[in-house]
């Protein structure tokens, strides 16, 4: 048991390792590109001045964002997911998944749960004893239930779910963006230090790294950034994309799409002063989200719409309408 307890300790403390890295790496390109690139390479004082300027908004945004990802602890369910006292001991008498499962259909009518397993049971959590909301999933690692979940991050050490989605995504564009920046500046002296016309050996090691490493990190970043602006438009979670949600019908893998705009503002919310910004504004609660067909029904019932063409454009503006609304669960009382 005491042994049990030393290694899960230990294990934690091994997870902290990626973000230790990623940490001293951020750390020693600040000082490489201030110190031997600005301080002791450039000339002109303006140059300096607008480098370090742009460099040290970059750098801000950046730490900023990334200590809100890495410190936001992913939300849970409510406790109204949780199965009560009474409805835990019903549960635990029964023995297969057959009989169990009407029991988990009863308590469910009471919350807004819409998907469901592969063979059409209740999703449910044994470790954390709860009903699943829809998107939520189970992260070993954090040994918890994690609202609207897209990964876990090893670099992050951190769930990236409903919390701290906006936080990630700025995250790797403020990131891009500072490699981008360090590539855009540097470049004419990595050149220069190439045709071997700077010879301080020391000063030459750290731009020359700093260039490299800032061209590596941006083409991963940049894959990764693309990859997440996709599943934003499209509003897919990085699990949904490996494995297509199941409903009451059958599997649908744009179930929670309603529209680029409202997609967006689900999870940077309606204040687009705040975009910018790693503070929280998306929008809902993590544990319900509006569905595809019940945004077509809505529309095609205040617009009459009729064939497909109607639907696909009532679809776009029932998304605005959800964006004025701000409660998704306005929605399903008029629609
Ligand atoms: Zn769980
Ligand atoms: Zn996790």
């Known amino acids: 048991m005491l042994l049990s307890a030393c290694l899960r300790r230990c294990a934690r403390l091994l997870y902290w390792i990626p973000v230790t890295i990623v940490i001293m790496v951020v750390m020693w390109s600040y000082y490489a590109y201030v110190v031997p690139f600005c301080w002791i390479l450039l000339s002109s004082s303006t140059q300096k001045g607008v480098f370090l300027c742009l460099f040290h908004v970059c750098f801000v945004m950046f730490s900023w964002s990334f200590w809100k990802t890495l410190s936001t ?133 750290h731009v020359l790294f700093l260039t490299l490493v800032s061209a590596m990190f941006a083409v991963t970043l940049c894959f990764l950034l693309f990859f997440h602006i996709w599943l934003l438009a499209s509003n897919k979670t990085t699990l949904e994309w490996l494995s297509v949600p199941f409903f009451v019908d059958g599997p649908a893998s744009e179930a929670f799409d309603v529209g680029v705009r409202a997609n967006l503002s689900q999870v940077f919310g309606r204040n687009k002063s705040l975009w910018p910004f790693p503070v929280f504004s998306s929008q809902g609660d993590g544990q319900s989200f509006p569905l595809r067909w019940q945004m077509s029904s809505y529309s095609l019932s205040v617009m009459n719409g009729n064939g497909h063409r109607a639907m696909e454009g009532s679809v776009e503006r029932a998304s605005q309408r959800v964006s004025q609304l701000g409660d998704f669960r306005k929605i399903w009382i008029t629609g």
């Open 73 to 205: 602890p992913p939300s849970s369910p409510s406790v109204e997911f949780q199965l009560s006292s009474s409805d835990s001991l019903l549960y635990e008498q029964e023995r297969g998944d057959m009989e169990k499962s009407p029991i988990l259909l009863e308590i469910s009518k009471k919350l807004s749960v819409h998907t469901r397993k592969a063979a059409g049971a209740i999703r449910f959590c044994h470790h954390c004893q709860l009903i699943k909301p829809d998107r939520c999933h189970h992260c070993s690692v954090c040994q918890m239930c994690v609202l609207k979940m897209d990964h876990h991050c090893p670099w992050l050490n951190n769930c990236i779910g409903f919390s701290n989605y906006k936080f990630f995504l700025l995250f790797l564009l403020y990131s891009l963006l500072y490699c981008l920046l360090i590539i855009a500046t540097v470049t004419p002296t990595f050149i220069q230090l190439w045709l071997g016309k700077l010879f301080d050996s020391c000063v030459k090691l």
